[in-house]
């Protein structure tokens, strides 16, 4: 086996056995915006199909995850910090949408990706079922951000993230009520809301698996 420092193969192996596989979906969400604020997923109602990639590239110094900072002229949302992801066409599968939507965003061909799974689905406050995958990247790959959507692209070392000290309960006034979140600030960036749920949820199943 080649030199392997920082165990990044047998984090992937372990990461793979913590996931279901890519094909289907559980029908309801297992997670979402609600879940710390008196709504509980699922709410039952009727969602917008979504759907999101968590790219993982193996550097030689570890793996990392990629997140967006979204521009800051959209009309939602601008210029948080997401996963490469969106909605679903009509008759599109979910984890055909989270490639289609990488590369538009991030410019990552989806020949580039390997699959290795999805985790619980997540219902956000505003109506969405997200579907999220985990995708493989080699160090080789280049990233390029489409400017109508994404103002930044980086990289978060997986560790940290998946790390529980690093998962912050927060809250804020949101429409007129206070909400408690999950925040995970790293290096100036605040990974906060939906993308630090599905954070905290993709680590739940990570550290389940030793």
């Not at 309801?28 to 604020?37: F, W």
């Not at 570890?62 to 002229?73: E, I, K, M, N």
């Not at 489409?146 to 927060?170: K, R, Y």
């Not at 909400?179 to 600030?185: N, V």
Request: no cysteine; hydrophobic share 40%.
């Amino acid at each position: 086996m080649l030199d392997d420092p920082y165990h990044v193969n047998s984090l992937v192996e372990r990461l793979s056995r913590a996931l279901d596989p890519v094909e289907g979906s559980p029908p309801v969400p297992a997670r979402g915006d609600g879940d710390l604020n008196g709504a509980p997923s699922p709410t039952g109602r009727a969602l917008r199909p979504a759907a999101v990639l968590a790219p993982l590239v193996m550097r030689e110094t570890g793996l990392s995850v990629v997140l967006t900072r979204r521009a800051d002229h959209l009309s939602s949302h601008a210029g948080q910090i997401s996963f490469p992801g969106g909605r679903l066409n009509m008759g599109e599968q979910a984890a055909d949408a989270a490639l289609r939507e990488t590369e538009e965003e991030i410019g990552l061909p989806r020949s580039k990706v390997r699959l290795i799974g999805r985790f619980d689905p997540y219902e956000t406050v505003t109506g969405f079922q997200i579907t999220p995958f985990v995708g493989l990247v080699e160090p080789k790959a280049r990233f390029r951000a489409d400017p109508g959507e994404v103002a930044e692209i980086f990289e978060t070392p997986f560790d940290f993230l998946m790390n529980p000290a690093n998962h912050v309960l927060e809250e804020r006034m949101f429409a007129g009520q206070l909400r408690r979140y999950y925040a995970m600030p790293h290096e100036g960036r605040y990974i906060w809301g939906a993308t630090a749920g599905l954070l905290k949820a993709l680590a739940d199943r990570f550290n389940t698996f030793r």
